[in-house]
Protein backbone atom coordinates (compact mmCIF):
# COMPACT_ATOMS: atom_id res chain seq x y z
CA UNK A 1 0.00 0.00 0.00
CA UNK A 2 2.72 2.29 1.34
CA UNK A 3 4.76 1.35 -1.84
CA UNK A 4 1.83 2.11 -4.38
CA UNK A 5 1.73 5.44 -2.92
CA UNK A 6 4.95 6.26 -3.02
CA UNK A 7 5.46 5.30 -7.00
CA UNK A 8 2.25 7.24 -8.01
CA UNK A 9 3.74 9.86 -6.63
CA UNK A 10 6.95 9.17 -8.32
CA UNK A 11 4.50 9.11 -11.39
CA UNK A 12 3.60 12.39 -10.47
CA UNK A 13 7.24 14.24 -10.02
CA UNK A 14 8.45 12.88 -13.23
CA UNK A 15 5.44 14.53 -14.74
CA UNK A 16 5.44 17.71 -12.62
CA UNK A 17 9.52 18.12 -14.30
CA UNK A 18 8.15 17.60 -17.54
CA UNK A 19 6.07 20.66 -17.34
CA UNK A 20 7.97 22.87 -14.87
CA UNK A 21 9.77 26.23 -16.00
CA UNK A 22 11.80 26.88 -13.42
CA UNK A 23 14.93 25.10 -12.70
CA UNK A 24 15.10 25.33 -8.74
CA UNK A 25 11.96 23.98 -8.76
CA UNK A 26 13.09 21.14 -10.90
CA UNK A 27 16.08 20.44 -8.84
CA UNK A 28 13.99 20.14 -5.74
CA UNK A 29 11.01 17.85 -7.19
CA UNK A 30 14.14 15.61 -8.63
CA UNK A 31 15.36 15.98 -4.62
CA UNK A 32 12.06 15.14 -3.33
CA UNK A 33 11.70 11.98 -5.46
CA UNK A 34 15.56 10.48 -4.15
CA UNK A 35 14.22 11.39 -0.51
CA UNK A 36 11.21 9.17 -1.85
CA UNK A 37 12.82 6.21 -3.75
CA UNK A 38 15.46 6.39 -0.75
CA UNK A 39 12.44 4.84 1.81
CA UNK A 40 11.19 2.65 -0.85
CA UNK A 41 13.78 -0.10 -0.13
CA UNK A 42 12.88 0.39 3.94
CA UNK A 43 8.99 0.11 3.18
CA UNK A 44 8.90 -2.97 0.71
CA UNK A 45 11.01 -5.08 3.10
CA UNK A 46 9.43 -3.92 6.45
CA UNK A 47 9.10 -7.21 8.00
CA UNK A 48 12.70 -8.66 7.27
CA UNK A 49 14.20 -5.17 8.24
CA UNK A 50 18.32 -5.41 8.47
CA UNK A 51 20.66 -3.31 8.79
CA UNK A 52 21.91 -3.40 5.29
CA UNK A 53 18.79 -1.74 4.29
CA UNK A 54 18.80 0.37 6.54
CA UNK A 55 22.69 1.90 5.99
CA UNK A 56 21.41 1.77 2.16
CA UNK A 57 18.21 4.11 2.98
CA UNK A 58 19.86 6.84 4.82
CA UNK A 59 22.85 6.94 2.28
CA UNK A 60 20.17 7.24 -0.43
CA UNK A 61 17.83 9.70 1.14
CA UNK A 62 21.59 11.74 2.25
CA UNK A 63 22.80 12.03 -0.93
CA UNK A 64 19.91 12.32 -3.66
CA UNK A 65 18.35 14.34 -1.01
CA UNK A 66 20.99 16.45 0.24
CA UNK A 67 23.96 16.45 -1.31
CA UNK A 68 23.08 16.68 -5.23
CA UNK A 69 20.43 19.80 -4.14
CA UNK A 70 23.03 21.34 -2.86
CA UNK A 71 25.70 20.81 -5.16
CA UNK A 72 23.33 21.76 -8.63
CA UNK A 73 22.22 25.01 -6.48
CA UNK A 74 25.42 26.07 -6.11
CA UNK A 75 26.09 25.10 -9.81
CA UNK A 76 23.00 27.31 -10.48
CA UNK A 77 23.83 30.19 -8.45
CA UNK A 78 27.80 30.05 -9.35
CA UNK A 79 26.90 30.17 -13.33
CA UNK A 80 24.06 33.02 -12.62
CA UNK A 81 22.04 31.22 -15.25
CA UNK A 82 18.55 32.27 -15.89
CA UNK A 83 16.22 30.17 -13.91
CA UNK A 84 14.05 29.17 -16.91
CA UNK A 85 14.19 25.96 -18.30
CA UNK A 86 14.54 26.90 -21.50
CA UNK A 87 12.90 23.66 -23.34
CA UNK A 88 13.49 22.34 -26.88
CA UNK A 89 9.64 20.38 -27.05
CA UNK A 90 7.27 22.78 -25.24
CA UNK A 91 6.06 22.22 -21.69
CA UNK A 92 2.54 21.18 -23.26
CA UNK A 93 3.71 18.72 -25.49
CA UNK A 94 6.32 17.30 -23.16
CA UNK A 95 2.95 16.45 -20.65
CA UNK A 96 1.62 14.63 -23.64
CA UNK A 97 4.72 12.98 -24.42
CA UNK A 98 4.64 11.63 -21.07
CA UNK A 99 1.49 10.42 -20.82
CA UNK A 100 1.71 8.77 -23.92
CA UNK A 101 5.37 7.15 -22.37
CA UNK A 102 3.28 6.33 -19.26
CA UNK A 103 0.86 4.36 -20.83
CA UNK A 104 3.66 2.47 -23.02
CA UNK A 105 5.55 1.73 -20.01
CA UNK A 106 2.51 0.11 -17.74
CA UNK A 107 1.75 -1.75 -21.64
CA UNK A 108 5.49 -3.10 -21.31
CA UNK A 109 5.46 -3.51 -17.55
CA UNK A 110 2.87 -6.06 -17.87
CA UNK A 111 4.38 -7.85 -20.69
CA UNK A 112 7.69 -8.50 -19.26
CA UNK A 113 8.80 -11.94 -17.93
CA UNK A 114 10.21 -10.01 -14.64
CA UNK A 115 8.13 -11.46 -12.43
CA UNK A 116 10.00 -11.73 -9.35
CA UNK A 117 9.96 -11.15 -5.84
CA UNK A 118 8.57 -7.21 -6.36
CA UNK A 119 6.47 -6.54 -3.72
CA UNK A 120 4.08 -4.00 -5.90
CA UNK A 121 2.78 -4.46 -9.41
CA UNK A 122 3.06 -0.66 -10.52
CA UNK A 123 7.11 -1.21 -9.59
CA UNK A 124 8.50 -1.96 -13.11
CA UNK A 125 5.77 0.52 -15.07
CA UNK A 126 7.08 3.54 -12.93
CA UNK A 127 10.80 2.63 -13.26
CA UNK A 128 10.11 2.25 -16.97
CA UNK A 129 8.45 5.71 -16.77
CA UNK A 130 11.20 7.60 -14.89
CA UNK A 131 13.56 5.91 -17.17
CA UNK A 132 12.04 7.33 -20.17
CA UNK A 133 11.36 10.53 -18.66
CA UNK A 134 14.81 10.63 -18.13
CA UNK A 135 15.90 10.57 -21.35
CA UNK A 136 13.37 12.55 -22.66
CA UNK A 137 14.33 15.48 -20.24
CA UNK A 138 18.02 15.04 -21.41
CA UNK A 139 16.86 15.28 -25.19
CA UNK A 140 14.37 18.19 -24.45
CA UNK A 141 16.02 20.55 -22.35
CA UNK A 142 18.74 23.31 -23.43
CA UNK A 143 20.09 24.11 -20.23
CA UNK A 144 23.25 21.91 -19.01
CA UNK A 145 21.48 21.87 -15.75
CA UNK A 146 18.76 20.01 -16.88
CA UNK A 147 20.20 16.95 -18.48
CA UNK A 148 22.22 16.54 -15.01
CA UNK A 149 18.54 16.02 -13.39
CA UNK A 150 17.32 13.93 -16.48
CA UNK A 151 20.47 12.03 -15.35
CA UNK A 152 19.27 11.95 -11.82
CA UNK A 153 15.91 10.76 -12.82
CA UNK A 154 17.35 8.52 -15.03
CA UNK A 155 19.61 6.66 -12.63
CA UNK A 156 16.51 6.95 -10.14
CA UNK A 157 14.10 5.19 -12.49
CA UNK A 158 17.37 1.64 -12.59
CA UNK A 159 16.82 2.01 -8.81
CA UNK A 160 13.45 1.17 -8.80
CA UNK A 161 13.97 -1.44 -10.87
CA UNK A 162 16.27 -2.93 -8.96
CA UNK A 163 14.24 -2.52 -5.83
CA UNK A 164 11.56 -5.07 -7.36
CA UNK A 165 14.23 -7.48 -9.58
CA UNK A 166 16.38 -8.25 -7.05
CA UNK A 167 15.63 -9.59 -3.55
CA UNK A 168 19.19 -8.79 -2.58
CA UNK A 169 21.65 -7.04 -4.41
CA UNK A 170 25.09 -6.97 -3.07
CA UNK A 171 25.36 -3.80 -0.79
CA UNK A 172 28.89 -3.23 -2.68
CA UNK A 173 27.07 -3.25 -5.83
CA UNK A 174 23.97 -0.45 -4.39
CA UNK A 175 27.02 1.51 -2.94
CA UNK A 176 29.17 1.23 -6.29
CA UNK A 177 25.92 2.68 -8.12
CA UNK A 178 25.39 5.33 -5.48
CA UNK A 179 29.03 6.43 -5.66
CA UNK A 180 29.27 6.57 -9.63
CA UNK A 181 25.60 9.16 -9.30
CA UNK A 182 27.82 11.01 -7.09
CA UNK A 183 30.86 11.76 -9.49
CA UNK A 184 28.68 12.31 -12.28
CA UNK A 185 26.46 15.22 -10.58
CA UNK A 186 29.91 16.17 -8.97
CA UNK A 187 31.97 16.49 -12.01
CA UNK A 188 28.74 17.83 -14.20
CA UNK A 189 28.63 20.35 -11.78
CA UNK A 190 32.02 21.23 -11.98
CA UNK A 191 32.20 21.35 -15.60
CA UNK A 192 28.87 23.51 -16.05
CA UNK A 193 30.30 25.78 -13.57
CA UNK A 194 33.57 26.06 -15.47
CA UNK A 195 31.44 26.00 -19.20
CA UNK A 196 29.84 28.75 -17.82
CA UNK A 197 32.98 30.96 -17.17
CA UNK A 198 34.65 30.42 -20.59
CA UNK A 199 31.47 30.72 -22.36
CA UNK A 200 28.92 32.87 -20.61
CA UNK A 201 26.39 30.72 -21.45
CA UNK A 202 25.50 26.63 -20.72
CA UNK A 203 23.08 26.14 -23.59
CA UNK A 204 24.03 22.93 -24.93
CA UNK A 205 22.66 23.52 -28.61
CA UNK A 206 25.92 25.67 -28.89
CA UNK A 207 28.66 23.82 -27.43
CA UNK A 208 28.61 22.25 -31.33
CA UNK A 209 30.71 25.68 -32.22
CA UNK A 210 33.40 25.28 -29.50
CA UNK A 211 36.23 27.52 -29.94
CA UNK A 212 38.52 28.28 -26.67
CA UNK B 1 -37.94 6.96 -7.61
CA UNK B 2 -39.13 7.55 -3.96
CA UNK B 3 -39.52 11.11 -2.01
CA UNK B 4 -35.37 11.28 -1.07
CA UNK B 5 -35.09 11.56 -4.66
CA UNK B 6 -36.01 14.72 -4.68
CA UNK B 7 -34.01 16.27 -1.98
CA UNK B 8 -30.64 16.90 -4.10
CA UNK B 9 -32.91 18.55 -6.24
CA UNK B 10 -34.65 20.57 -4.04
CA UNK B 11 -31.44 21.47 -1.61
CA UNK B 12 -29.50 22.63 -4.99
CA UNK B 13 -32.54 25.32 -5.83
CA UNK B 14 -33.00 26.11 -2.17
CA UNK B 15 -29.08 26.44 -0.82
CA UNK B 16 -27.17 27.11 -4.00
CA UNK B 17 -26.73 30.92 -3.90
CA UNK B 18 -25.73 30.45 0.08
CA UNK B 19 -22.81 28.66 -1.40
CA UNK B 20 -21.17 32.35 -2.48
CA UNK B 21 -22.08 33.75 1.10
CA UNK B 22 -19.88 31.06 2.73
CA UNK B 23 -17.08 31.69 0.61
CA UNK B 24 -17.21 35.54 0.62
CA UNK B 25 -17.60 34.91 4.36
CA UNK B 26 -14.32 33.07 4.18
CA UNK B 27 -12.01 35.16 2.19
CA UNK B 28 -13.40 38.61 4.57
CA UNK B 29 -12.46 36.47 7.31
CA UNK B 30 -8.72 36.19 6.09
CA UNK B 31 -8.47 39.88 4.67
CA UNK B 32 -9.92 40.98 8.35
CA UNK B 33 -13.11 42.30 7.55
CA UNK B 34 -16.46 41.21 8.70
CA UNK B 35 -17.71 40.83 4.89
CA UNK B 36 -21.33 40.73 3.46
CA UNK B 37 -24.41 39.17 5.13
CA UNK B 38 -24.21 35.48 4.48
CA UNK B 39 -27.49 36.37 2.58
CA UNK B 40 -26.31 38.57 0.31
CA UNK B 41 -26.77 36.30 -3.06
CA UNK B 42 -30.40 35.93 -2.19
CA UNK B 43 -31.18 39.91 -1.72
CA UNK B 44 -29.14 40.27 -5.05
CA UNK B 45 -31.35 37.84 -6.91
CA UNK B 46 -34.71 39.99 -5.35
CA UNK B 47 -33.31 43.06 -6.31
CA UNK B 48 -32.49 41.86 -9.97
CA UNK B 49 -35.37 40.57 -10.45
CA UNK B 50 -37.74 43.33 -9.79
CA UNK B 51 -36.13 45.52 -12.05
CA UNK B 52 -36.49 45.98 -15.35
CA UNK B 53 -33.68 44.83 -18.16
CA UNK B 54 -32.22 46.83 -20.78
CA UNK B 55 -31.36 45.27 -24.25
CA UNK B 56 -28.58 47.05 -26.92
CA UNK B 57 -30.56 48.07 -30.12
CA UNK B 58 -27.60 45.78 -32.05
CA UNK B 59 -28.59 42.58 -30.31
CA UNK B 60 -30.50 40.24 -30.86
CA UNK B 61 -33.02 37.30 -29.82
CA UNK B 62 -30.16 35.37 -28.92
CA UNK B 63 -28.71 37.63 -26.69
CA UNK B 64 -32.21 37.18 -24.49
CA UNK B 65 -32.31 33.87 -24.66
CA UNK B 66 -29.09 32.87 -23.41
CA UNK B 67 -29.91 33.49 -19.53
CA UNK B 68 -33.15 31.45 -20.10
CA UNK B 69 -31.21 28.82 -21.85
CA UNK B 70 -28.57 28.72 -19.55
CA UNK B 71 -31.06 28.61 -16.63
CA UNK B 72 -33.08 25.92 -17.87
CA UNK B 73 -29.73 23.78 -18.92
CA UNK B 74 -28.88 24.10 -15.14
CA UNK B 75 -32.10 23.10 -13.80
CA UNK B 76 -31.99 19.82 -16.28
CA UNK B 77 -28.54 19.10 -15.29
CA UNK B 78 -29.44 19.78 -11.42
CA UNK B 79 -31.42 16.40 -11.95
CA UNK B 80 -28.95 14.16 -12.77
CA UNK B 81 -26.36 15.27 -10.05
CA UNK B 82 -26.64 13.18 -6.87
CA UNK B 83 -25.60 14.32 -3.64
CA UNK B 84 -23.51 12.13 -0.99
CA UNK B 85 -26.02 9.32 -0.42
CA UNK B 86 -29.34 10.30 -1.85
CA UNK B 87 -29.16 8.91 -5.68
CA UNK B 88 -30.35 11.97 -8.12
CA UNK B 89 -34.08 12.56 -9.24
CA UNK B 90 -33.19 10.84 -12.56
CA UNK B 91 -30.55 8.27 -13.44
CA UNK B 92 -29.96 6.19 -16.60
CA UNK B 93 -27.08 4.39 -17.65
CA UNK B 94 -24.23 6.83 -19.51
CA UNK B 95 -26.28 10.27 -17.86
CA UNK B 96 -23.19 11.89 -17.40
CA UNK B 97 -22.73 12.19 -21.20
CA UNK B 98 -25.98 14.51 -20.80
CA UNK B 99 -25.00 16.14 -17.81
CA UNK B 100 -22.08 17.21 -19.59
CA UNK B 101 -23.53 18.56 -22.91
CA UNK B 102 -25.99 20.19 -20.64
CA UNK B 103 -23.08 22.09 -19.33
CA UNK B 104 -21.72 22.48 -22.66
CA UNK B 105 -25.05 23.92 -23.89
CA UNK B 106 -25.15 26.53 -21.04
CA UNK B 107 -21.45 27.71 -21.78
CA UNK B 108 -22.44 27.77 -25.92
CA UNK B 109 -25.29 30.08 -25.06
CA UNK B 110 -23.70 32.66 -22.88
CA UNK B 111 -20.82 32.55 -25.28
CA UNK B 112 -22.65 33.17 -28.07
CA UNK B 113 -25.08 36.24 -26.20
CA UNK B 114 -21.63 37.07 -25.21
CA UNK B 115 -20.65 38.10 -28.92
CA UNK B 116 -24.15 38.91 -29.77
CA UNK B 117 -23.43 42.31 -28.17
CA UNK B 118 -20.31 43.08 -30.92
CA UNK B 119 -18.66 44.37 -28.45
CA UNK B 120 -14.73 43.32 -28.40
CA UNK B 121 -14.75 42.45 -24.33
CA UNK B 122 -16.91 40.09 -24.11
CA UNK B 123 -15.12 38.33 -27.46
CA UNK B 124 -12.09 37.83 -25.81
CA UNK B 125 -13.64 36.63 -22.50
CA UNK B 126 -16.02 34.49 -24.84
CA UNK B 127 -12.53 33.43 -26.47
CA UNK B 128 -10.96 32.80 -23.36
CA UNK B 129 -13.72 30.93 -22.03
CA UNK B 130 -14.50 28.47 -25.02
CA UNK B 131 -10.05 27.78 -25.30
CA UNK B 132 -10.01 27.80 -21.58
CA UNK B 133 -13.39 24.77 -21.24
CA UNK B 134 -12.08 22.62 -24.47
CA UNK B 135 -8.86 21.88 -21.68
CA UNK B 136 -11.42 20.87 -18.70
CA UNK B 137 -13.90 18.80 -20.58
CA UNK B 138 -11.42 16.03 -21.32
CA UNK B 139 -9.99 16.11 -17.78
CA UNK B 140 -13.39 15.88 -16.76
CA UNK B 141 -14.49 13.27 -19.69
CA UNK B 142 -11.24 11.28 -18.33
CA UNK B 143 -12.69 11.65 -14.61
CA UNK B 144 -15.79 9.73 -15.32
CA UNK B 145 -14.15 7.68 -17.25
CA UNK B 146 -11.57 6.12 -14.35
CA UNK B 147 -15.10 6.28 -12.06
CA UNK B 148 -16.84 4.23 -14.92
CA UNK B 149 -13.83 1.39 -15.42
CA UNK B 150 -12.96 1.20 -10.96
CA UNK B 151 -17.41 0.91 -10.23
CA UNK B 152 -18.29 -0.67 -13.27
CA UNK B 153 -21.97 1.82 -13.32
CA UNK B 154 -22.60 4.25 -16.23
CA UNK B 155 -24.94 6.09 -14.57
CA UNK B 156 -23.77 9.33 -12.36
CA UNK B 157 -25.74 8.69 -8.86
CA UNK B 158 -23.74 4.75 -9.00
CA UNK B 159 -20.71 6.04 -10.14
CA UNK B 160 -20.22 8.90 -7.29
CA UNK B 161 -21.49 6.64 -4.71
CA UNK B 162 -20.04 7.04 -1.26
CA UNK B 163 -16.75 5.40 -0.46
CA UNK B 164 -15.86 3.35 2.79
CA UNK B 165 -12.55 2.67 4.15
CA UNK B 166 -12.14 -0.42 2.24
CA UNK B 167 -11.98 1.46 -1.02
CA UNK B 168 -9.12 4.17 0.04
CA UNK B 169 -7.08 1.06 1.32
CA UNK B 170 -7.44 -0.65 -1.92
CA UNK B 171 -7.53 2.29 -4.47
CA UNK B 172 -6.20 5.16 -2.54
CA UNK B 173 -3.92 6.73 -5.05
CA UNK B 174 -6.43 6.47 -7.82
CA UNK B 175 -9.64 8.11 -5.12
CA UNK B 176 -6.89 10.87 -4.37
CA UNK B 177 -5.72 10.97 -7.69
CA UNK B 178 -9.36 11.80 -9.32
CA UNK B 179 -10.60 14.35 -6.66
CA UNK B 180 -7.27 16.75 -7.37
CA UNK B 181 -8.32 16.56 -11.37
CA UNK B 182 -12.00 17.14 -9.99
CA UNK B 183 -11.58 20.06 -7.83
CA UNK B 184 -9.12 22.14 -10.28
CA UNK B 185 -12.02 21.03 -12.88
CA UNK B 186 -14.48 22.69 -10.54
CA UNK B 187 -12.44 25.75 -10.05
CA UNK B 188 -11.85 26.14 -13.25
CA UNK B 189 -15.49 25.79 -14.72
CA UNK B 190 -16.83 27.99 -12.12
CA UNK B 191 -14.17 30.83 -12.99
CA UNK B 192 -12.93 30.77 -9.36
CA UNK B 193 -9.39 31.97 -8.40
CA UNK B 194 -6.35 30.00 -9.81
CA UNK B 195 -8.09 30.55 -13.02
CA UNK B 196 -10.21 33.66 -12.62
CA UNK B 197 -10.64 36.21 -10.46
CA UNK B 198 -14.85 36.93 -9.74
CA UNK B 199 -14.29 39.75 -8.04
CA UNK B 200 -12.06 41.52 -10.41
CA UNK B 201 -13.97 44.01 -13.09
CA UNK B 202 -10.62 44.58 -15.33
CA UNK B 203 -12.06 43.63 -18.55
CA UNK B 204 -8.64 42.90 -19.92
CA UNK B 205 -8.39 39.85 -17.44
CA UNK B 206 -11.59 38.67 -16.79
CA UNK B 207 -13.16 35.76 -18.40
CA UNK B 208 -16.64 34.33 -17.03
CA UNK B 209 -17.70 37.86 -15.70
CA UNK B 210 -16.94 40.12 -18.62
CA UNK B 211 -19.38 38.12 -21.03
CA UNK B 212 -22.03 38.88 -19.28
CA UNK B 213 -21.18 42.34 -18.67
CA UNK B 214 -24.37 43.62 -20.71
CA UNK B 215 -27.11 41.56 -18.91
CA UNK B 216 -28.70 43.34 -16.58
CA UNK B 217 -32.36 43.19 -14.52
CA UNK B 218 -33.64 39.34 -14.20
CA UNK B 219 -31.53 38.24 -17.52
CA UNK B 220 -28.36 38.93 -14.53
CA UNK B 221 -30.27 37.24 -11.51
CA UNK B 222 -30.81 34.37 -14.03
CA UNK B 223 -27.06 34.09 -15.07
CA UNK B 224 -25.79 34.57 -11.20
CA UNK B 225 -28.76 31.68 -9.99
CA UNK B 226 -27.57 29.18 -12.83
CA UNK B 227 -23.38 30.01 -11.88
CA UNK B 228 -24.59 29.25 -7.88
CA UNK B 229 -26.21 25.80 -9.36
CA UNK B 230 -23.28 24.96 -11.80
CA UNK B 231 -20.69 25.64 -8.46
CA UNK B 232 -23.30 23.42 -6.16
CA UNK B 233 -23.58 20.88 -8.82
CA UNK B 234 -19.68 20.28 -9.18
CA UNK B 235 -19.17 20.41 -5.58
CA UNK B 236 -21.38 17.84 -5.44
CA UNK B 237 -19.97 15.64 -7.46
CA UNK B 238 -16.00 16.10 -5.28
CA UNK B 239 -18.33 15.59 -2.32
CA UNK B 240 -19.99 12.30 -3.29
CA UNK B 241 -16.27 11.42 -3.44
CA UNK B 242 -15.37 12.61 -0.18
CA UNK B 243 -17.87 12.16 2.30
CA UNK B 244 -17.89 8.54 3.97
CA UNK B 245 -21.54 6.67 3.99
CA UNK B 246 -23.93 7.26 6.32
CA UNK B 247 -25.90 3.72 6.46
CA UNK B 248 -28.53 4.36 5.32
CA UNK B 249 -30.10 7.18 7.86
CA UNK B 250 -31.48 9.81 6.10
CA UNK B 251 -31.06 12.20 8.76
CA UNK B 252 -27.38 12.05 9.28
CA UNK B 253 -27.35 11.38 5.44
CA UNK B 254 -29.35 15.39 5.39
CA UNK B 255 -26.41 16.87 7.92
CA UNK B 256 -23.35 15.50 6.48
CA UNK B 257 -24.37 16.51 3.01
CA UNK B 258 -25.16 19.99 3.67
CA UNK B 259 -22.25 20.54 6.22
CA UNK B 260 -20.22 18.98 3.74
CA UNK B 261 -21.16 21.62 1.25
CA UNK B 262 -20.48 24.38 3.17
CA UNK B 263 -17.08 22.80 4.26
CA UNK B 264 -16.30 22.90 0.86
CA UNK B 265 -17.32 26.25 0.49
CA UNK B 266 -15.20 26.88 3.20
CA UNK B 267 -12.19 25.08 1.53
CA UNK B 268 -12.52 27.03 -1.76
CA UNK B 269 -12.66 30.51 0.09
CA UNK B 270 -9.26 29.51 1.95
CA UNK B 271 -7.83 28.63 -1.41
CA UNK B 272 -9.00 31.91 -3.29
CA UNK B 273 -7.82 33.65 -0.28
CA UNK B 274 -4.41 32.11 0.21
CA UNK B 275 -3.41 32.17 -3.58
CA UNK B 276 -3.26 34.36 -6.22
CA UNK B 277 -4.90 34.02 -10.16
CA UNK B 278 -2.88 32.51 -12.24
CA UNK B 279 -1.03 34.55 -15.51
CA UNK B 280 -3.42 33.72 -18.70
CA UNK B 281 -0.92 31.81 -20.16
CA UNK B 282 0.00 29.76 -17.12
CA UNK B 283 -3.82 28.48 -17.08
CA UNK B 284 -3.37 26.26 -19.89
CA UNK B 285 -0.33 24.37 -17.76
CA UNK B 286 -2.86 24.24 -14.99
CA UNK B 287 -5.85 22.66 -17.12
CA UNK B 288 -3.65 20.23 -18.80
CA UNK B 289 -2.13 19.06 -15.72
CA UNK B 290 -5.32 18.81 -14.16
CA UNK B 291 -5.85 16.46 -17.50
CA UNK B 292 -2.60 14.59 -16.73
CA UNK B 293 -3.02 13.84 -13.40
CA UNK B 294 -6.99 12.80 -14.30
CA UNK B 295 -4.79 10.44 -16.99
CA UNK B 296 -2.67 9.00 -14.74
CA UNK B 297 -5.75 7.91 -12.41
CA UNK B 298 -7.12 6.36 -15.88
CA UNK B 299 -4.24 4.48 -16.85
CA UNK B 300 -3.66 2.94 -12.67
CA UNK B 301 -7.30 1.52 -13.10
CA UNK B 302 -6.48 0.10 -16.47
CA UNK B 303 -3.60 -2.15 -15.89
Known amino acids: MMTDLILVLVVLTNLKLLGSSRLGASIRVVAAQG ?28 LKGVVFPWLLFRALREAEVTREVEPYVAYITSILIGLAALAASFWLGGRLPVSTVEPSSLLVPSALFSILAGLF ?9 NQVLGFLVLENGIYTFGVGIVAETPFLVELGVLLDAFVAVFVMGIAVYHINREF ?10 LKG | MNALSFIPLLLALILSPLLFGV ?4 KALFAGRRGQPLLQTYYDLWKLLRKGAVYSRTTTWIFRAGPMVGLAAAWVAAT ?18 LFAGLLGLMRFFTVVAALDTGSSFEGMGASREVFFSALTEPALFVVLATLARQTGQLSLSTMFEPVSGADWLHGGPVLALVIIALMIVLLAENARIPVDDPNTHLELTMIHEVMVLDHSGPDFAFILYAAALKLWMLGA ?3 SMVLPSS ?11 SGGMFGLAVVIGVIESVMARLRLLVVPQLLIGAGAVATVALILTLR
Open chain 1, 35 to 62: VMLGLLPVLAHVHELSLHFAALAVGTVA
Open chain 1, 137 to 145: LIVARKRAV
Open chain 1, 200 to 209: DHIEVDRLDR
Open chain 2, 23 to 26: INRT
Open chain 2, 80 to 97: LVPLGNFPALIAFPADFL
Open chain 2, 237 to 239: LVL
Open chain 2, 247 to 257: GGNPWLSLALV
